[in-house]
């Protein structure tokens, strides 16, 4: 089974959700691999997991998980 950038994103995301720096550097990255739609597919998926509110979405500032 193929795995999709965007998949590969959300896996990677999930695992590096406890860190904020590397959130943060691991969801750049996504921004600039992603098509458009995939990005906003991207965004809706992380606040329905609580890691981006939906007012920071444009700005790219992930939402700090409590330990």
Request: proline residues 1%.
């Amino acid at each position: 089974m193929k795995t999709t950038y965007l998949d590969y994103y959300k896996m990677i995301l999930d695992k590096v959700s406890f860190d904020h720096n590397l959130f943060r550097k691991e969801y750049q990255k996504a921004l600039r691999t992603l098509h458009a739609q995939e990005v906003s597919e991207l965004n809706h998926w992380l606040q329905s997991k609580g890691l981006l509110s939906a007012s920071h979405s444009a700005s790219a500032a992930p939402v700090s998980r409590a330990a």
